[in-house]
């Protein structure tokens, strides 16, 4: 009876190249921030633990700054939404000089809070921001697709920073000027893109999660504003749920690969660091191959299976086999591909008017990721292949999402 939904409308093309082009952005600064680990334990001499708090600082951003987003997202739109995030992410990479000048791993933390409160604020405009660039139906295809580019983002990402910063790197220097000369760079890049957005031209958009009338409901297959509140959703819930538990896997993961490759494998730092892009590498390939496979298999399904697959990939990651256990690493990114945006999506649908509020509280989920690394660290202090055991406990969560607590109820 309906037809096929398209993957976007060609009134839509323009927006939706910009949208993507922040995933790709805040794909660089996410993987770059692992990278960021290694070098601050090796000038600013921390141990492997402390380190994790940088990954406190940026994941705790989310937890703060993902509820006002979502409140000036639904008062001022999509638009100026991106624009404040992206002003914030540029005032929290400028502050990186004054860091760097005193030396200071708390105003680091600081610089990193604020980039990270920029990241939130993209995080929960961009999702939405591009599901609603089109029908609903295809909002999976959509929310994926744009992933991909963060995943192009978080190759990137390891090659820029394991080039500036551990390249010839010398265990207890205090010279921070290459970190001063890389942010500030990316600072000015990422005011360029604001300015371009300040003049973009959105065309009116009909958010399909939430149209109003029966009309428009129809034509993109949703309920009609749901009389139930938020937290009656029990797939929302789930996925707010899930989500915490899927970041703080990814956090765990991405923070202390450096460190698996130097302690296990017995690469230098830089080795590890450019390993570290083939990692992104293959969350590119997964996101390319998920993307693809969910035309013929149901995204919930795959989530599930993908997640299975993550906790055998973690066993073997923890008996520290050698090259055995390091592609079973970098296999773990491969699965983690569409775990964020598949349980973003699956999480608004059918919300109506509560979509733009249920994705302030799904990229708040995002706060697993402040707390999980720390967590590793204190047993990645002592062994970090062991470490890897930790992240099945998130992967369990994440399948009973997609076997079960995905489903819509009316």
């Not at 600072?187 to 604001?194: E, M, Q, R």
């Not at 349980?343 to 989920?365: D, E, P, R, V, Y």
Request: hydrophobic share 55%; aromatic share 16%.
């Amino acid at each position: 009876m309906s037809q096929k939904a398209a993957f976007t409308e060609k009134r839509f093309i323009v927006t939706f190249i910009f949208v993507t082009s922040l995933f790709l952005m805040w794909g660089v600064l996410h993987s770059m921030s692992d990278v960021l680990n290694k070098h601050f334990q090796n000038v600013l001499n921390l141990s492997i633990s402390q380190s994790g708090l940088i990954q406190f600082s940026v994941f705790g951003a989310y937890f703060i700054m993902s509820i006002p987003a979502g409140i000036f997202m639904k008062k001022y739109g999509y638009k100026p939404g991106v624009i404040l995030g992206l002003c914030l992410f540029a005032i929290g990479l400028f502050l990186f000089v004054p860091a760097a000048n005193a030396g200071s791993f708390a105003f680091f933390r600081i610089a990193l809070f604020i980039v990270g409160c920029g990241m939130a604020t993209l995080e929960t405009v961009a999702h939405p921001f591009a599901a609603a660039l089109g029908d609903q139906r295809s909002s999976d295809l959509r929310v994926n697709f744009a992933q991909t580019f963060n995943a192009v983002g978080t190759i990137i990402g390891p090659v820029i920073g394991g080039f500036f910063l551990l390249s010839g790197d010398t265990v207890k220097s205090t010279d921070l000027t290459s970190v001063k000369t890389l942010y500030v760079a990316i600072g000015i890049v990422v005011l360029l893109i604001a300015a371009a957005f300040i003049f973009l031209k959105i065309p009116a958009l009909v958010d399909p999660h939430t149209a109003t009338s029966v009309e428009d409901a129809e034509a993109v297959n949703v309920d009609v504003a749901p009389s139930k509140k938020l937290y009656q959703h029990s797939h929302f819930v789930w996925a707010c749920v899930a989500q915490f538990f899927n970041v703080a896997a990814q956090a765990g993961t991405w923070a202390y690969f450096i460190n698996y490759g130097v302690s296990i494998m017995h690469f230098s730092d830089a080795k590890a660091a450019y390993f570290m892009s083939l990692f992104m590498g293959m969350m590119l390939l997964g996101r390319i191959v998920g993307t693809s496979l969910m035309t013929v298999i149901a995204p919930n399904k795959l989530l599930a299976t993908f997640a299975v697959c993550n906790i055998l990939m973690c066993v073997i990651v923890a008996q520290h086999w050698g090259w055995s256990s390091y592609i079973a690493l970098l296999m773990i990114n491969f699965f983690f591909s569409i775990m964020f945006p598949t349980i973003f999506s699956l999480g608004l649908k059918n919300l109506g008017s509560h979509t733009q509020q249920a994705s302030s509280f799904i990229a708040m989920g995002v706060v697993g990721g402040a707390l999980f690394p720390f967590v590793m660290g204190q047993v990645a202090n002592h062994s970090v292949a062991q470490a890897y055991y930790l992240p099945i406990v998130c992967y369990v969560v994440i399948f009973l999402f997609g076997y079960k607590f995905y489903k819509v109820k009316h």
